[in-house]
């Protein structure tokens, strides 16, 4: 059974660059597609990247949106997220699951096995 487990979140100063991790456990990353979401409280879920591993040598392709990137470490079977230049607005719980393709990324109805989130408060 696939399992995600995300960490690395945490309080976070203004402007520091964030990265929380996604690993993944019960299956291999490639041919996989990893969602990364956000929700802030208040509001609903939205998806912020997103990454598929198309090929063994590591090749992937990418969705993100604004001050957001992805990325991904196949030998070790977790994926990144990483957030420039936080702020206050960031402050939330961010998400990784898994998916089938980035085209509807911004959807969680498009991925169908999550992790429990990892909190991110960005504050002094």
């Known amino acids: 059974q696939v399992q995600l487990v995300e960490s690395g979140g945490g309080l976070v100063p203004p402007g520091k660059s964030l990265r929380v991790s996604c690993a993944v456990s019960?299956?291999?990353?490639?041919?996989?597609?990893i969602g990364w979401f956000r929700q802030v409280p208040g509001k609903q879920r939205e998806g912020v990247a997103c990454?598929?591993?198309?090929?063994?040598?590591?090749k992937t392709g990418r969705r993100v949106k604004g001050r957001f990137d992805v990325s991904g470490d196949m030998t070790k079977n977790t994926v990144y997220l990483e957030l420039d230049n936080p702020k206050l607005e960031d402050t939330g719980v961010y998400y990784c699951a898994l998916g089938h393709d980035c085209a509807n990324f911004a959807s969680p109805k498009s991925f169908n096995r999550w992790g429990r989130g990892t909190q991110v408060t960005v504050g002094r």
């Open positions: 990454i598929t591993f198309t090929e063994r040598n590591g």
């Open positions: 019960g299956a291999a990353l490639e041919f996989r597609t």
